[in-house]
């Protein structure tokens, strides 16, 4: 008789929740110490270690509660929900920086943009800098910031749970 495997909604619920608050504190703390736009490989880093550390302890967690058993399907379904949750709750703290808090923050990210363009485009013809300047704003308006974030969560949830469910995996034995 096949037994049934554990339902992963509290898990999701539970790291996807954890996650968030820490992509959040992270944020806020990038924020208060005025680096929040100066956004560079450090707080990628930072951030994929909150990712990836939030999803492998779901995955782990469930399958040692599931009896030691995980699908790849149930590690997908775990990794993309905890992303997208805790995705969705960081998304909701910068639509409240950038339209309460701190409503200059988008003004701040395209001047150190452009400044960093006008330093690198030495060879450029102003048409080209300009073309680079409106690119710029292009993507650092709040709705293209929003959509672009929560496409790299559902991307990151499926990519670290496809290696993560791979690697930790365990099927059921069909005759037992």
Do not use: C
């Amino acid at each position: 008789m096949k037994s049934k495997s554990i339902p992963s909604k509290k898990y999701i619920l539970k790291y996807g929740v954890l996650f968030g608050i820490a992509s959040i504190i992270f944020s806020l703390t990038s924020y208060l110490t005025g680096n929040y736009t100066d956004q560079g490989v450090f707080h990628l880093i930072i951030l994929f270690f909150i990712t990836i550390t939030s999803i492998i302890a779901g995955l782990l967690i469930f399958k040692k509660n599931n009896n030691g058993y995980m699908s790849l399907g149930e590690a997908l379904k775990i990794s993309i929900g905890i992303s997208l949750l805790g995705g969705l709750m960081a998304i909701l703290w910068k639509v409240l920086l950038i339209k309460v808090i701190d409503p200059e923050i988008i003004t701040q990210i395209e001047d150190k943009q452009i400044k960093r363009i006008a330093k690198t485009a030495t060879n450029f013809t102003q048409e080209n800098i300009e073309r680079k300047i409106a690119i710029t704003r292009k993507y650092t308006s709040p709705i293209r910031m929003i959509l672009i974030a929560l496409a790299e969560d559902l991307i990151n949830g499926i990519l670290f749970g496809l290696i993560g469910g791979l690697i930790i995996r365990k099927k059921r034995d069909p005759f037992n």
